[in-house]
């Protein structure tokens, strides 16, 4: 059963970056679709990004486009979430998800099945 670890949030300045992490526990990560969710205080949790373990292109929210970009590392069994430019509005619990042997068909909740505890970004 894999599970996911998140690390490298905290708080910046705006207009600063951060980068996020995401470390699977076992290879069953590959031949997955691994996204980054997050939720604002008083807000519903949101799809951020998400990408095929396997090569493919990325996919992005329209909020984070353009200013973050997620990556993966095979031999790590690691996604990363770069992030860029960063806004108040950005601020929120920073989670990794994963859908194990599934397509990246969209960055909607109901399609992962694995979740990582989550790391707080804060920005001001």
């Known amino acids: 059963h894999v599970q996911l670890v998140e690390s490298g949030g905290g708080s910046v300045q705006a207009g600063g970056s951060l980068r996020l992490s995401c470390t699977a526990s076992t290879d069953d990560y590959r031949n997955s679709c691994m996204a980054w969710f997050r939720q604002g205080p008083g807000k519903e949790r949101e799809g951020v990004a998400a990408i095929y373990t396997t090569g493919g292109g990325a996919l992005y929210a329209e909020s984070a486009a353009g200013r973050f970009e997620i990556s993966q590392d095979n031999v790590k069994n690691t996604v990363y979430l770069q992030m860029t430019s960063l806004k108040p509005e950005d601020t929120g619990m920073y989670y990794c998800?994963?859908?194990?042997?599934?397509?990246?068909?969209?960055?909607?909740?109901?399609?992962?099945?694995?979740w990582g505890q989550g790391t707080q970004v804060t920005v001001s």
């Open positions: 998800a994963a859908r194990i042997g599934g397509g990246c068909s969209g960055i909607q909740l109901p399609l992962f099945d694995v």
